[in-house]
C-alpha cells in the first residue's frame, strides 16, 4: 500500500543484502515513519514481542524470515540445536497468535528436508519469502470477496454511504500488504462504492487511532475515530451498516480470538441486527481446535501498556505521561473470544464462508478429519 505516494509492503529483506530483514517500527506511527532493521534472532523477537510489527499476518511473515536468520545464524557444529532453540524463542513471543505458530511449524518443516546447511538456509529464504508473498495474494482475494458483502449491502441503500465499522487494526500493516478486514474496504472504495469506516481508537495500545486511521488516510478512506465505546450507540441510531475485523486465530468451527473488545463489538452488533463479518486468511485457522475456546492461550501484557500513554506534544516532542496512580491493579488481557454463533460469515480467501465446521471444511476439506498435534 501506499506511503506518500511510495508503494510499501511491512517487511521485505534488503535488495542488495538478504541477511537484512526490514520492517515498519510501527511503534513510532502515525507521527514518524520509522524504518528498522533485523539481523539476529533476538532482533526479531524483541521486534515481534514488543509490536514493532503485529497483526495476525505480519507476525506470521516475521517468524518466516526470524526463522531464516536462525538457520543463517546457526553453527556448523549444532545448527540444528541452534534452530529448534531460535524455534522455541520466537514461538514464546506472542501465544495468541496463530499464524506464528503455523508460520514456525513451516519453516521446521522446510528445513528439517534439507541435510546440508547451506540447503537449510537456501530452503528457508524462499519459504520466508513465499509465505509473505502468499499473504499478499490472501489478502488480495479476501478484498475480492469481502467487496461483494460490501456491494451487496450498498444496493439496499442506494444513493448513501455504507458505514463500516472496525476494531483494532486489521490493516495492510497488520499483514503484508492489504490487510484482511480493510481489504474489502479497500477494493470497495476503488471501485467507487461510498463508503465510510468508524474505527475503534482500541484501547490500551490504540492501534485504531494510530494505525487504522493512518492507513485510511493514506488511502483517502472517509473515516472517523471512534472512542471503543462509541460503536454501541452508533449501532443503536443506524449508523452502522455492517462490522469488519480481523482475527489473530480462529478455531475450526468458526469461534475468533482477536483484540479485546472484538467480543463486546459483536454483541451489540446480534443486539442490533448488524452484520457481523470476520475477514481472515487460512493461514489464521488453528486446525486442532474445536468449540473448547480454552484452547486458544490469551496474551497477557504489561501494566504500563494500560497507566501510561505516549503521543506528540504541542513542541512536536513524543512524551509518555502517566494516566493512572502508579500502584493501581491492572489487567490487560489482549485478545478475548468472539463465539461463532455471534459471526455473520467469515471472509476468506476462498471466498465468504458461515462460522461453523462444516461450511469451513467445505472450504477447506484438505483439513477435513485431520486434527494434527501443534
Ligand atoms: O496485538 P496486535 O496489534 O497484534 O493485535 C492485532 C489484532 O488483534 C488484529 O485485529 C488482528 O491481528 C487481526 S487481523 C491481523
Same mark, same amino acid.
Given at each position: 500500500m *501506499? ?14 543484502d538478504n541477511?537484512?530483514i ?7 506511527l502515525p507521527?514518524?515513519?520509522?524504518v528498522e532493521?533485523? *539481523? ?5 523477537e524483541?521486534?515481534? =514481542?514488543?509490536?514493532?510489527?503485529r497483526?495476525?499476518?505480519l507476525? +506470521?511473515a ?9 538457520a ?10 541452534h534452530?529448534?532453540?531460535s524455534?522455541e524463542?520466537i514461538?514464546?513471543t =506472542?501465544p495468541?497468535?496463530g499464524n ?5 511449524? =513451516?519453516? $521446521?518443516?522446510? #528445513?528439517s528436508?534439507? @541435510?546440508?546447511?547451506?540447503?537449510k538456509i537456501?530452503?528457508?529464504f524462499?519459504?520466508a519469502c513465499? #509465505?509473505?508473498?502468499e499473504?499478499?495474494?490472501f489478502?488480495r482475494?479476501i478484498g475480492?470477496?469481502?467487496k461483494?458483502?460490501i456491494e451487496?449491502?450498498?444496493r439496499?441503500k442506494?444513493?448513501s ?5 472496525? /476494531?483494532?487494526n486489521a490493516g495492510w500493516l ?5 490487510g ?9 472504495h ?5 463508503? /465510510?469506516?468508524?474505527v475503534?481508537?482500541?484501547?490500551p495500545?490504540?492501534? !485504531?487511532?494510530k494505525? %487504522?486511521a493512518w492507513e485510511l488516510k493514506?488511502?483517502?478512506i472517509? @473515516?472517523t475515530?471512534?472512542p471503543?465505546?462509541t !460503536?454501541?450507540? $452508533?449501532?443503536q441510531?443506524g449508523?452502522?451498516?455492517m ?10 468451527? +468458526?469461534?475468533?480470538?482477536n483484540?479485546i +473488545?472484538?467480543? $463486546?463489538?459483536?454483541v451489540?452488533?446480534?443486539?442490533? =441486527? ?8 487460512s493461514s489464521?485457522?488453528d486446525?486442532?481446535?474445536?468449540d473448547? #475456546? ?15 500513554v ?5 513542541d512536536?516532542e513524543?512524551e509518555t505521561v502517566?494516566?493512572?496512580p ?10 478475548? #473470544?468472539?463465539p461463532?454463533?455471534l459471526? %455473520?460469515?467469515?471472509?476468506t480467501?476462498r !471466498?465468504v464462508?458461515?462460522? +461453523?465446521?462444516?461450511?469451513i ?5 484438505e @483439513? ?7
Amino acid at each position: 500500500m *501506499k506511503v506518500n505516494g511510495v508503494n510499501y509492503r511491512t517487511i521485505w529483506p534488503d535488495k542488495g543484502d538478504n541477511k537484512i530483514i526490514r520492517i515498519i517500527d510501527q511503534r513510532h506511527l502515525p507521527h514518524e515513519f520509522v524504518v528498522e532493521d533485523l *539481523k539476529t534472532v533476538q532482533d526479531f523477537e524483541t521486534a515481534i =514481542r514488543d509490536m514493532h510489527v503485529r497483526g495476525a499476518g505480519l507476525i +506470521g511473515a516475521t517468524a518466516g524470515f526470524g526463522m531464516y536468520i536462525a538457520a543463517l545464524s546457526a553453527p556448523a557444529k549444532r545448527a540444528d540445536e541452534h534452530i529448534k532453540e531460535s524455534s522455541e524463542k520466537i514461538l514464546a513471543t =506472542r501465544p495468541t497468535a496463530g499464524n506464528l505458530a503455523w508460520a514456525v511449524k =513451516r519453516q $521446521l518443516q522446510t #528445513i528439517s528436508a534439507e @541435510h546440508s546447511l547451506e540447503a537449510k538456509i537456501k530452503a528457508s529464504f524462499s519459504t520466508a519469502c513465499a #509465505i509473505a508473498d502468499e499473504d499478499v495474494e490472501f489478502c488480495r482475494n479476501i478484498g475480492l470477496h469481502g467487496k461483494t458483502v460490501i456491494e451487496e449491502i450498498s444496493r439496499l441503500k442506494p444513493d448513501s454511504v455504507v458505514n463500516i465499522l472496525t /476494531h483494532c487494526n486489521a490493516g495492510w500493516l497488520a499483514f503484508v500488504d492489504y490487510g484482511s478486514a480493510t481489504a474489502p474496504i479497500y477494493a470497495a472504495h476503488r471501485a467507487g462504492i461510498k463508503i /465510510h469506516v468508524w474505527v475503534d481508537e482500541t484501547r490500551p495500545w490504540l492501534q !485504531g487511532a494510530k494505525l %487504522t486511521a493512518w492507513e485510511l488516510k493514506q488511502e483517502g478512506i472517509p @473515516h472517523t475515530l471512534i472512542p471503543d465505546n462509541t !460503536g454501541g450507540h $452508533l449501532m443503536q441510531n443506524g449508523l452502522v451498516d455492517m462490522v469488519i475485523v480481523g482475527t489473530d486465530r480462529t478455531t475450526r468451527t +468458526g469461534n475468533v480470538a482477536n483484540k479485546i +473488545g472484538t467480543y $463486546l463489538k459483536a454483541v451489540a452488533a446480534r443486539d442490533n =441486527r448488524i452484520p457481523f463479518y470476520v475477514a481472515l486468511p487460512s493461514s489464521t485457522f488453528d486446525w486442532n481446535i474445536g468449540d473448547n #475456546i480454552s484452547d486458544i492461550p490469551i496474551e497477557q501484557r504489561s501494566s504500563d501498556e494500560i497507566k501510561y500513554v505516549s503521543g506528540k506534544t504541542a513542541d512536536g516532542e513524543i512524551e509518555t505521561v502517566l494516566i493512572a496512580p502508579e500502584e493501581t491493579e491492572t489487567a490487560n488481557y489482549a485478545f478475548d #473470544i468472539t463465539p461463532s454463533r455471534l459471526i %455473520t460469515g467469515l471472509i476468506t480467501e476462498r !471466498g465468504v464462508v458461515a462460522a +461453523g465446521e462444516d461450511a469451513i471444511l467445505e472450504l477447506y476439506p484438505e @483439513h477435513k478429519g485431520k486434527r494434527s498435534q501443534p
